[in-house]
């Protein structure tokens, strides 16, 4: 059978008016939301960390529908014509303009590896160059814990005696890591309990504590294999950083070029 031409012609107009409805989010007295804007204002508290979710997505539809109703009603009222309310539209509109254009910027002024390289190998250099004295320090130590302070000594005593500590640490407490000789690991000081620390901090390298360090947890024997300053971090663990500081240089350099090109009076 034919098709009528007319009923083709009624199908392909409801099929773009469903697709161009599709593309907007309301419609507020006939003035159409575009579902780009409800996208970007998602966007936008996605970024502060508010999640996306139905929830949210009602609730800024409903923002921006009152926003629309709010706004045809300003505009009845003239008030876009106001001088005060003009200027704050027209910095409004700079802004948005003005954060465009420097992301615009970023995007095709990139951050090379070479400039995050040696970004990285000067302040290297500057750490490098700079006296330890008073830095920060990380310590590896072992500890056996017992729940009284008769068993530690009891430890102690055993140490004394020629017992190695890996083994005697498998009795420990602390199932954490008694099948690991006690090992904690390289750790920063407060990491620990306080009274933990103190008698860590106490000790040299390769000695053990001479009695029983009492915490909340019990009594510990302790014995620090060594101690170092804490290291400069890999370029991959502030990689982030130098690309940040980085792209604020090119945005500041950028600006300074156009200042000096252009004609200020």
């Known amino acids: 059978m034919k098709k009528n031409p007319l009923s083709l012609l009624l199908l392909a107009g409801l ?30 508290l996605a970024a502060k960390g508010t999640p996306d ?18 706004t045809q009603e300003a505009m009845k009222l003239d008030l876009a014509k ?11 509109r700079q802004d948005v303009l003005v954060r465009a254009f420097v992301q615009d910027y970023v995007k095709k002024n990139p951050v090379t590896d070479a400039e995050i390289k040696a970004e990285y190998d000067k302040a290297k250099a500057r750490y490098d160059a700079a006296p ?8 590896h130590a072992r500890h056996i ?25 498998k009795k420990s407490e602390d199932t954490s890591n008694k099948d690991s000789g006690g090992d904690l690991g390289w750790a920063s ?3 620990f ?14 000695q053990t504590s001479p009695t029983p360090v009492k915490t909340k947890f019990g009594f510990h024997v302790i014995r620090l294999d060594d101690v170092r300053n804490v290291g ?13 500081g980085l792209q604020r240089q090119h945005v500041d350099n950028m600006i300074s070029d156009l200042r000096s090109k252009a004609k200020i009076e």
């Open 15 to 44: 099929l773009a008016s469903g697709s161009l409805h599709a593309q907007n989010l309301a419609r507020v007295n006939g003035v159409a939301i575009p579902s780009a804007k409800a996208e970007a204002l998602v966007k936008e």
């Open 53 to 70: 979710s139905p929830q949210l997505r009602d609730a800024v539809k409903n923002r921006l529908i009152t926003f629309e109703l709010m």
């Open 82 to 92: 106001q001088p005060d309310v003009a200027v704050l539209l027209e910095t409004a």
């Open 132 to 139: 330890k004295e008073g830095a920060p320090k990380e310590y």
């Open 145 to 169: 814990l017992m729940k009284t302070e008769a068993e530690a000594k009891a430890v102690i005593a055993k140490l004394k005696a020629g017992a190695k500590f890996e083994d005697l640490a």
């Open 189 to 191: 000081p407060d990491t």
């Open 193 to 206: 309990d306080a009274d933990f620390t103190q008698g860590m901090a106490s000790l040299k390298k390769g």
């Open 232 to 244: 400069f971090p890999l370029v991959e663990q502030v990689k982030g950083e130098i690309v940040q």
